[in-house]
């Protein structure tokens, strides 16, 4: 089965921190640039971070720079987020999003199920 599937969401307390992973099965990362966006209750869809496809080039939303970082290992199929000093307002479902963009403009692109990051006292 073709899938992302996130995990590493939960509650934590403010100034805390979480790690969560996106795992793909049935197809390889290699050639996707991934992404991690969240969306919070009653509000839009947003970019938090991307990374490129070997990991060398990352960008992330002023709102998480120099708190979140997002990585990559393509051996085993994984994408990271590890987030630090977290906020209430990080309180969002997370998603994980793969993007590849092939030859004659042929593009796959999927996304996981969402898991759920709670920042609270």
């Known amino acids: 089965q073709v899938q992302l599937v996130e995990s590493g969401g939960g509650l934590v307390q403010p100034g805390g921190s979480l790690r969560l992973s996106c795992a793909a099965s049935?197809?390889?990362?290699?050639?996707?640039?991934m992404r991690w966006y969240r969306q919070a209750p009653g509000k839009e869809r947003e970019l938090v971070a991307g990374i490129s496809t070997t990991g060398g080039s990352t960008n992330y939303a002023d709102s998480v720079k120099g708190r979140f970082t997002m990585s990559r290992d393509n051996a085993k199929n994984t994408v990271s987020l590890q987030m630090n000093s977290l906020k209430p307002e990080d309180t969002a479902v997370y998603y994980c999003?793969?993007?590849?963009?092939?030859?004659?403009?042929?593009?796959?692109?999927?996304w996981g199920q969402g898991t759920q990051v709670t920042v609270s006292s």
């Open positions: 999003n793969g993007v590849a963009l092939l030859q004659f403009g042929v593009r796959f692109e999927y």
């Open positions: 049935g197809f390889s990362l290699r050639v996707y640039d």
